[in-house]
């Protein structure tokens, strides 16, 4: 049987997690991953609620075919659950801990390049094109 491991032991505070949303308030402490200017970075670890809000609610919106969180981080690493439990409450289903391990570890990060213009209320870059 693995070893039963408290959450801070495992993730800390300074390590990318995708907190469902469900969760996210009973978890202050944990560095959500980073998303600016259109690209996100890849989480390490996923914070789940239990059981049946996960399988009704944030495995839902959050999915790939929504345009969640879920699509690039599932299509980036695979994920292993981590045994996990409530400082002495061991019975109670508090939610899941998935570790993930990226498919290319050696990929690099992208390097972005920015710039700002000041455009008129009026300026338009063209029609729209619709199918």
Same mark, same amino acid.
């Given at each position: 049987?693995?070893?039963?491991?408290?959450?801070?032991?495992?993730?800390?505070?300074?390590?990318?997690?995708?907190?469902?949303?469900?969760?996210?308030?009973?978890?202050?402490?944990?560095?959500?991953?980073?998303?600016?200017?259109?690209?996100?970075?890849?989480?390490?670890?996923?914070?789940?609620? /239990?059981?049946?809000? *996960?399988?009704?609610? +944030?495995? =839902?919106?959050?999915?790939?075919?929504?345009?969640? &969180?879920?699509?690039?981080?599932?299509?980036?690493?695979?994920?292993?659950?981590?045994?996990?439990?409530?400082?002495?409450?061991?019975?109670?289903?508090?939610?899941?801990?998935?570790?993930?391990?990226?498919?290319?570890? /050696?990929?690099?990060? *992208?390097?972005?390049? +920015?710039? =700002?213009?000041?455009?008129?209320?009026?300026?338009? &870059?063209?029609?729209?094109?619709?199918?």
């Amino acid at each position: 049987m693995p070893k039963m491991q408290t959450l801070d032991s495992v993730i800390g505070h300074d390590q990318p997690v995708l907190l469902d949303w469900a969760v996210g308030l009973q978890f202050p402490c944990q560095q959500p991953f980073n998303h600016l200017n259109g690209v996100a970075t890849v989480p390490n670890y996923r914070i789940l609620p /239990d059981r049946p809000l *996960a399988i009704t609610s +944030t495995n =839902t919106w959050q999915a790939e075919e929504f345009g969640g &969180p879920l699509g690039f981080s599932e299509m980036l690493a695979s994920s292993q659950t981590i045994p996990t439990y409530l400082k002495d409450d061991w019975a109670r289903d508090w939610g899941s801990l998935e570790k993930y391990t990226q498919y290319y570890s /050696d990929a690099k990060p *992208a390097e972005l390049q +920015t710039s =700002t213009e000041t455009r008129s209320g009026w300026w338009s &870059p063209g029609k729209m094109r619709v199918f």
